[in-house]
């Protein structure tokens, strides 16, 4: 083989590469596709009425709040600036009380279904 017959033979490669790496895109977007048809396929279905009465709850608990309350926040962490000024400098937010909240308010919308997985056979 000569130079010539070299890079034409590079061409082509690289050519069938490029095409391969388009089906490979392909293939990868059904994958992901797939994937999440998959994933949602065992998930209850809700309404848009349902999904609306969730989000409101949730955005009336969070407006409801009381983000001033200290008991909420935890390890709270003081430093002294060079100027002499006092700054927090830590501080952690205590999620218990906000989600114990969001959950019953949700729970609230809802009630409990049976599940026949839950039953137990007769003997």
């Known amino acids: 083989m000569n130079a010539k017959d070299l890079e034409l033979k590079i061409a082509g490669l690289q ?3 490029k095409e391969h790496k388009d089906f490979t895109g ?3 977007n059904d994958l992901k596709e797939t994937q999440k048809q998959l994933e949602d396929y065992n998930k209850p ?3 848009p009425v349902v999904m609306d009465q969730i989000n409101s709850v949730v955005e009336s ?3 409801g709040f009381n983000w001033d309350d ?3 926040y935890q390890d709270l962490e003081y430093e002294i600036d060079y100027d ?3 700054s927090l400098s830590n501080i952690s937010f205590d999620t218990c009380e906000i989600h114990e909240r969001i959950v019953d308010q949700v729970c609230n919308l809802f009630k409990e279904a049976d599940a026949p ?3 137990t056979p007769n003997e």
Do not use: F, M
Request: charged share 40%; hydrophobic share 30%.
């Open 15 to 17: 050519k069938a590469i």
């Open 26 to 28: 392909t293939y990868e």
């Open 45 to 47: 279905e809700l309404s």
């Open 61 to 63: 608990v969070l407006n």
């Open 70 to 72: 200290s008991d909420n």
């Open 84 to 86: 002499g000024r006092v």
């Open 117 to 119: 997985e839950d039953e």
